[in-house]
């Protein structure tokens, strides 16, 4: 069972058109996961060979590192799904690299996102976030 309820308003792109200036401009973060205003994972997703533009890096980083705890991460994650007319299962994405105690670390292996999401709820014991 999918949890979007409206798949055609979750395509339907926001055009930040008037509210730049310059080469600032609104950027978005694709996954937020809160638990008890202790833990927080941010993720970024984009197609397997993309980078996370400069801007949007800082942004997460900021974010990151002014977190109240030391239970904070993003996670730049990647897919190779093609098909534009399909939805891109997150669970089937993997790790790109991990933002995490002020450091960026590339993963030296394909690491799937599920893996990934078990082994902080493992560390943090996260206990509300059971996969």
């Known amino acids: 069972m999918s949890l979007i309820r409206n798949s055609k308003q979750v395509k339907q792109t926001i055009d930040f058109t008037g509210v730049e200036s310059g080469n600032i401009h609104p950027t978005d973060i694709d996954v937020v996961l809160e638990f008890d205003n202790e833990v927080l994972i941010l993720m970024e997703v984009k197609r397997k060979g993309n980078e996370i533009p400069t801007g949007q890096r800082l942004v997460l ?30 669970s089937k994405c993997s ?37």
């Open 95 to 131: 790790v790109e690299s991990v933002y995490w105690k002020k450091e960026w670390k590339q993963s030296k292996k394909q690491i799937s996102l599920i893996d990934t999401l078990k082994g902080f709820s493992k560390l943090w014991n996260i206990k509300k976030f059971q996969l």
């Open 61 to 90: 980083e900021r974010i990151a590192d002014s977190w109240h705890t030391k239970k904070v991460v993003v996670l730049y994650v990647t897919h190779s799904f093609d098909d534009d007319n399909k939805d891109i299962p997150l």
